[in-house]
């Protein structure tokens, strides 16, 4: 199999069984070290496992294999956001909004974080309606709308 067929099949296994999508998307980066979505998708396990430094390696690999996508950018955010590093995470949220503007995912990340922090931000209740709107995920959606017309807090 080659990494892109390795890397689709760890896919669809990252919800249901992480071990063995790690070891497909290792086997994935044997055979082709610079395939960056094997990259994004071994962060993406790290994370779910909460091996944070190993999920940053791997997300940084794929963000300078794959600079015009969002994902590496949004993983690695998510990433950095776990691990404390709270202006870093924005940084990284808002580097995928500039390769793909109107990103749902790195606008709900960036939301999160200026509510949690309590920043002024002028662009916070534009986000907030549009995840309230557009959110597929009942819980965002829920709270985009439980923060429409509030000031701070969660």
Do not use: C
């Not at 962060?43 to 944070?52: E, Q």
């Not at 829920?142 to 807090?153: D, E, F, Y």
């Amino acid at each position: 199999m080659e990494a892109e067929e390795l890397t689709r099949e760890a896919a669809d296994l990252i919800d249901s069984d992480l071990e063995e999508a790690e070891a497909l998307l290792r086997r994935a980066l044997a055979a082709d070290i610079f395939f960056g979505p094997a990259h994004n998708n071994l962060g993406v396990v790290f994370l779910k496992r909460k091996m944070l430094y190993e999920a940053a390696n791997e997300l940084e690999w794929a963000r300078k294999l794959m600079p015009g996508h969002p994902d590496p950018k949004l993983n690695l955010a998510i990433t950095l956001e776990q691990a404390g590093r709270g202006e870093e995470a924005i940084a990284e949220y808002t580097a995928a909004l500039e390769v793909y503007p109107g990103y749902l995912p790195a606008i709900q990340g960036l939301a999160r974080a200026a509510v949690r922090d309590g920043r002024e931000e002028a662009r916070l209740e534009a986000w907030r309606r549009r995840i309230a709107l557009e959110s597929p995920e009942p819980g965002w959606s829920a709270w985009g709308r439980a923060k429409l017309g509030h000031a701070g807090g969660d």
